[in-house]
């Protein structure tokens, strides 16, 4: 796979290894009064960024930590300092 | 036909013969011939016909830029025959030919091209709409060259690697190998990559002298040497390349030669930098009959006698636009070539040395002359050459024409990796006008032609490459910039697009016969951009990838609209560059699967063994697949499982219930010492993912299964659902730690008693209990009371290690109680006896935890942990219009309805999860996904079965368990 990304603990590898765990979108919003559309629009609904996103990866065949990092959706390219660019 | 032999820039051995089968004719090639250089060797000159006019084909380039020569090899189809190195017993045929390639009985359909313009089948094959069926039958028959048997079976021996590099270098020739040299120079690990079987590139059969006292051939050959001995420097050849992705993954595929194991291998390849050194190809010349047999590139005449001792015809015309052909035809001559003569689209610019190289043989020499027709009914015997206007004629006798307009770069891996290519008037080329990062380009194909300058870009773009890894290499870079400087720098290309021609039958795609005329329809029909045009035309579909009009296309285009500066765009590449088999990307067979420990001896015993996920299980004990005698001796005497595929965790630490509490619906908290909770994970959609029991081993220490299914993910899911928490857990997966043993029936305490101290007596050991015992005061084990197939029945969960001891002790002290195995089929229908679901099987994405009647797991006053699919389990619970889960039984006992027939009434209505005929019911039972509102006791379902004929099946809905609803014999 040509993606590579940056695990925390063991560095730069394969996009293989990873698991995508969609965009980061905070903690679960607290329960109470929640209505079913906002639940639904936690849950299902993504900004889809054309440009440089934060997301959650999970290093699934290597150390199994869950992290987040910034790529660039229009060329599938990791970021390395998202400030300066964004 | 006789061979040079003596020269020293041969590929071939001379002294080894090889034998091959050509038209049930047994031929003789050379160690070192490719299957197209044996065939011309052996006199052919038709190879084939072509796809649409069936046009003969021959020999006109050496590097598969054209359909031309794909033959039939040993019977794979397609192959390309100058690629594609001779190996003794080949038996090779000629494709799409009626008949014998010389004599095509679908020869005819040359003159019937006037039938069929651009794009003529969609345009005209739809007008009735009846005439489509009849048309696309014809159409499908004509289409493709090669064809293929259907019991064919591709054979051969395929591989892949992933190797790393700091450099990969794509192109061995001089520049590429003077780059690998240079970064390798700088301690760096390099991979060179060359489509040949050999380094040198076009060099290689060259006899010009260098400056220094050798020829070409012999200063590359000894570098080659050199950089063969040099230990940073990994060099594939035979290894085209395919692809070029982001972050400098290059994927290519490597021809295995003798002596390696595989036939082919797939390569990718992960470079922190770059280099494109992949050169030129020649661009084809536009003229009448370009593509007769007789007429060929400059490279493929003087390859064929440099490098295969073939001299390529006896009379020959050339018709060049660059001094390589100049340069051919001295060499040529030298070799006993008679030359006519020499026509050079260009007015000036050659080089004065080969003139007075011509001037001295007494060639005569055109300049400002072209080709316009090639003349010959199936083999080339007369060429016209004109004067660029067309104003002036001459015919020549001959029978071949050495043909080309100019250079073409490569710039297939540039494309690919994303660099912005445009059109540079001095040169003609498709040039980058800037380079990705970490990505260097070296050699000709900048259009550079001096030996000097090309291995002097080579060694600066080594340079760079080595500073794209992180080398200092500021002196460096300066000696390799100011020795490029002071070398002659890109030679002017030639203009020409088309020679002067009146005809039809001017070629500028051969694999897919596209004409000059055919792209003047489709501009006349407005499709005015390359791309479009390559489209509606087909140009550069074909197996050559663009080969012959990936530069002519764009480059005739802009001419028509009148301003090639502006307007030539040429068209997007695309991977694979090179036709590969499906067979190299599909690589060596690796079936990985995971085996249980006690795999070997349930098959002995007459498991049979299916691959189910990840893991092979003994699915069957006997042929009877209704598994009947296993069924009935779990219900009757005693039963062993195999279930180590479960899923097994340990979980512990301070915040580890709460980890639970997350992820399970049930209050885990709630958990006693030496019992089991069974439970179920749900999705943020309530929708039912696992179940599972879970134990609590001591203070914040806690064991869990999972289904079989989970057991990969389960790790995962609970860390992505605690992510933002930084609970302090951990988590280990004991799934191939554990094996387990589900001794279950009603004599399965009578056994266990038999080989343990331990106390497991009803009171001691009740249902729904957790013991941790020792067997035979050796084994440990983690015991279990539970009930999924319905009878008394222990789960011994033992150290891997332990598995084959624990499972001999007990089929040996449950011989006088009828212990027997059993499989997952036999359990399958003993669980569906009890209504005991497997997810997956009686749930599928959208089914939620009220669905399957588990709503009763979900703890509603556990909020504060935020349970995952809380949210949506209290949003559904009063949902309407969903699918129950209920049970049924047959109208008609004698049939069972398959599992998946679906349940209608005037539409779909639900569909049957699983249905096996109950022995002990003495009737088919099953259990189906349904509308709510045909939930209820009593509804009578119609099913449809595949392949029924109308004829519906009906069935009741009915109470569940099946088996035992008081669940008497689970707590014996």
């Known amino acids: ?86 | 036909m006789k061979r040079l032999e003596k020269l020293s820039t041969l590929r071939i051995n001379p002294a080894k013969t090889l034998h091959f089968k050509y038209k049930n004719k047994n031929l003789k090639g050379l160690s070192g011939d490719t299957v197209a250089t044996a065939l011309y060797a052996s006199g052919i000159r038709i190879f084939g016909r072509s796809l649409k006019y069936h046009r003969p084909r021959g020999l006109y380039s050496l590097d598969g830029e054209s359909s031309n020569t794909c033959m039939q090899v040993n019977g794979i189809p397609n192959v390309c025959a100058e690629t594609t190195l001779l190996a003794d017993g080949m038996e090779v045929k000629a494709q799409n030919v009626a008949g014998s390639p010389e004599t095509d009985l679908k020869g005819f359909m040359d003159k019937l091209d006037w039938a069929m313009p651009a794009g003529f089948y969609y345009r005209t094959l739809h007008k009735p709409a009846r005439i489509w069926p009849i048309a696309l039958k014809q159409v499908r028959k004509a289409a493709g060259l090669g064809k293929i048997s259907a019991e064919f079976q591709m054979p051969g021996k395929y591989d892949e690697i992933y190797p790393k590099a700091d450099v990969c270098v794509i192109g061995g020739g001089p520049a590429g190998m003077s780059a690998a040299l240079a970064a390798a120079e700088n301690g760096l690990r390099v991979i060179l990559l060359e489509t040949r079987p050999w380094l040198g590139g076009f060099f290689d059969y060259r006899t010009a002298q260098n400056g220094a006292g050798l020829s070409l051939s012999q200063s590359v050959r000894q570098a080659a040497e050199q950089l063969e001995q040099n230990s940073n420097v990994r060099i594939f050849t035979q290894t085209p390349v395919v692809g070029v992705y982001n972050n400098n993954l290059v994927t290519a595929f490597q021809k295995g030669c003798e002596t390696d194991y595989f036939d082919e291998r797939y390569l990718e390849i992960r470079a922190t930098s770059v280099v494109v050194a992949t050169g030129c190809s020649e661009r084809p010349l536009l003229f009448e009959n370009n593509e007769r047999p007789g007429v060929m590139q400059i490279g493929c005449a003087h390859r064929l006698a440099q490098t295969y001792g073939l001299l390529p015809g006896k009379q020959a015309v050339f018709s060049i636009g660059h001094d390589l052909g100049l340069e051919a035809a001295l060499d040529l001559f030298d070799l006993g070539l008679e030359v006519l003569c020499v026509a050079d689209i260009r007015e000036d610019g050659q080089d004065p040395a080969l003139i007075e190289g011509l001037q001295q043989r007494n060639i005569p020499f055109l300049r400002g002359w072209v080709a316009t027709r090639a003349h010959g009914n199936k083999t080339l015997h007369k060429v016209t050459l004109a004067t660029i206007p067309g104003t002036l004629r001459k015919d020549f006798s001959c029978d071949l024409l050495v043909a080309s307009a100019g250079m073409t770069p490569l710039t297939g891996p540039l494309s690919l990796a994303q660099a912005k290519l445009a059109f540079e008037p001095y040169t003609g080329f498709f040039i980058p006008r800037q380079l990705p990062a970490k990505i260097q380009v070296a050699g000709r194909l900048l259009g550079l032609n001096h030996p000097a300058t090309i291995e002097a870009s080579g060694r600066l773009a080594g340079t760079l490459a080595a500073g794209d890894c992180g080398v200092s290499v500021e002196s460096r870079l300066k000696e390799a910039r100011e020795k490029l400087n002071q070398l002659p720098g890109p030679d002017q290309g030639s203009k020409l697009v088309t020679a002067p021609v009146q005809g039809r039958k001017t070629f500028i795609c051969f694999d897919e016969d596209t004409t000059v005329k055919n792209v003047k329809q489709a501009l006349a029909k407005g499709f005015d951009a390359t791309e479009l045009i390559k489209r509606f035309t087909a140009a550069g579909t074909g197996p050559g990838q663009g080969g012959i009009p990936g530069h002519n296309l764009p480059l005739f285009v802009a001419q028509y609209h009148g301003d090639i500066k502006a307007t030539a765009m040429p068209t997007t590449v695309r991977a694979p560059l090179v036709p590969t088999y499906i067979a190299t990307y599909a690589g060596s067979n690796h079936d990985m699967c995971k085996r249980t420990p006690v795999h070997d001896s349930q098959k002995a015993a007459g498991g049979v063994i299916r691959r189910i996920g990840v893991w092979k299980r003994a699915r069957y004990f006997s042929k009877d697949f209704s598994c009947r005698a296993e069924i009935e001796n779990v219900r009757k005497n005693v039963g062993l499982l195999d279930a180590s595929t479960l899923g097994k965790f340990r979980l512990w630490g301070p915040d580890a219930l709460n980890a639970l509490q997350r992820v399970y619906a049930s209050d885990m908290s709630r958990i006693t010492n030496g019992k089991v909770k069974y439970s179920a994970m749900c999705n943020d959609d309530a929708c039912i993912i696992d179940d599972g029991v879970v134990v609590k081993r001591a203070e914040n220490d806690y064991y869990f299964t999972t289904s079989t299914a989970r057991a990969g993910a389960t790790v995962e899911w609970i860390r992505y659902h605690t992510r933002y928490d930084g609970w302090n857990f951990h988590m280990v997966n004991l799934t191939d730690a554990f094996g387990v043993i589900n001794m279950a029936g009603p004599n399965a305490r009578k056994v266990l008693a038999k080989v343990t101290d331990a106390d497991v007596s009803d009171d001691a050991f009740p249902y729904a209990a957790y013991r941790e015992f020792m067997i035979k005061d050796t084994i440990p084990v983690r015991s279990m009371r539970l009930g999924f197939v319905g009878e008394l029945s222990f789960e011994l969960h033992v150290p891997s290690s332990y598995m084959q001891a624990l499972w001999d002790l007990l089929t040996e002290a449950g011989k006088e109680f009828g212990i027997r195995h059993f499989g997952l089929e036999a359990q399958n229908v003993l669980r569906m006896e009890k209504a005991h679901l497997i997810i997956g099987s009686e749930s599928e994405q959208r089914t939620t935890l009220h669905d399957v009647g588990l709503g009763f797991l979900w703890s509603r006053d556990k909020s504060e942990e935020k349970t995952v699919g809380a949210v949506a389990l209290r949003q559904t619970e009063n949902q309407e219009a969903r699918l129950k889960l209920v049970g049924f039984k047959m109208e008609d006992p004698s049939r069972v309805p398959k599992d998946g027939s679906i349940i209608v009434d005037n539409r779909i209505r639900g569909y049957v999860c699983i249905a096996r005929h109950s022995f002990a019911l003495q009737e088919p039972v099953g259990l189906a996904l349904v509308d709510a509102p045909l939930a209820g006791e009593g509804t009578r379902l119609q099913i449809y079965e595949d392949e029924c004929n109308g004829q519906h099946l009906y069935a009741t809905v009915v109470p569940t368990p099946f088996y035992d609803p008081e669940g008497k014999r689970i707590r014996m």
């Open chain 1, 1 to 86: 796979m040509a993606l590579t990304l940056t695990c925390p603990v063991c560095g730069k590898r394969n996009g293989y290894e990873f698991r995508y765990g969609g965009e980061e979108k905070g903690p679960r919003p607290d329960e109470a009064g929640i209505t079913p559309r906002s639940w639904c629009e936690y849950v299902h609904m993504n900004q889809c960024v054309a440009g440089i996103q934060k997301e959650w990866w999970c290093h699934k065949d290597g150390c199994g930590v869950w992290f987040t990092t910034h790529r660039d959706t229009t060329c599938n390219l990791e970021v390395d300092k998202p400030e300066a660019q964004s």
